[in-house]
T-cell receptor, first 116, second 114 residues
Framework: SAVISQKPSRDICQRGTSLTIQCQVD?????MFWYRQQPGQSLTLIATANQGSEATYESGFVIDKFPISRPNLTFSTLTVSNMSPEDSSIYLC?????????????FGSGTQLSVL | GENVEQHPSTLSVQEGDSAVIKCTYSDSASNYFPWYKQELGKRPQLIID?????GEKKDQRIAVTLNKTAKHFSLHITETQPEDSAVYFC?????????????FGQGTILTVHP
């Protein structure tokens, strides 16, 4: 399967600042997604990163807070804006790949964010 | 929207025993049900999945069953080993249109005692 790398792997940020997370895939993929995993919790879909157009956000997530870029088929960024301690989470980039006859979702290495 | 309930939240077994984790979903349009294993500090890894046109799927010690009528699916791990200890998440694709837009269960912490 594709290798999905994220940078940074972890960061500690101050309240009110913004952090941009990068996701690089070693092959071209059609669909990229961003998920959030709050401490000790499950995974929640933030948005679908669309190549060449605006991201599609899930209920409860807005572009002003989580702007996403997808300039090409191998790269995407997620920015967490005006951070508060409630944004402390693991942010996961993910892609779907077709293996055999079926599409499956694979996750990147994750970015652990702590907001003080 | 889709709601996925997962039980139990914690499960403790002895090495060699079987473990079963159960999930229910609400959206009858869901047609894809993957299971992920997440070890501490690592990314979730897909371990098995099933589509709605299949009732059961096996891969070595792992199996998944699906009951579409009752809207529930289960993960079965046989002959458990200490390295099976992890958090397991079930998921479903609400609306049945995308394999990447998943709703996850709350997770089950599985501990296998040697």
């Amino acid at each position: 399967s594709a290798v999905i790398s994220q940078k940074p792997s972890r960061d500690i940020c101050q309240r009110g600042t913004s952090l941009t997370i990068q996701c690089q895939v070693d092959s071209q993929v059609t669909m990229m997604f961003w998920y959030r995993q709050q401490p000790g919790q499950s995974l929640t879909l933030i948005a679908t990163a669309n190549q060449g157009s605006e991201a599609t956000y899930e209920s409860g997530f807005v572009i002003d807070k989580f702007p996403i870029s997808r300039p090409n088929l191998t790269f995407s960024t997620l920015t967490v804006s005006n951070m508060s301690p409630e944004d402390s989470s693991i942010y996961l980039c993910s892609v779907t790949e077709r293996l055999a006859t079926n599409e499956k979702l694979f996750f990147g290495s994750g970015t652990q964010l702590s907001v003080l | 929207g889709e709601n996925v309930e997962q039980h139990p939240s914690t499960l403790s077994v002895q090495e060699g025993d079987s473990a079963v984790i159960k999930c229910t979903y609400s959206d009858s349009a869901s047609n894809y049900f993957p299971w992920y294993k997440q070890e501490l500090g690592k990314r979730p890894q897909l371990i098995i999945d099933i589509r709605s046109n299949v009732g059961e799927k096996k891969d070595q010690r792992i199996a998944v069953t699906l009951n579409k009528t009752a809207k529930h699916f289960s993960l079965h791990i046989t002959e458990t080993q200490p390295e099976d200890s992890a958090v397991y998440f079930c998921a479903s694709n609400a609306g049945g249109t995308s394999y990447g837009k998943l709703t996850f269960g709350q997770g089950t912490i599985l501990t296998v005692h040697p």
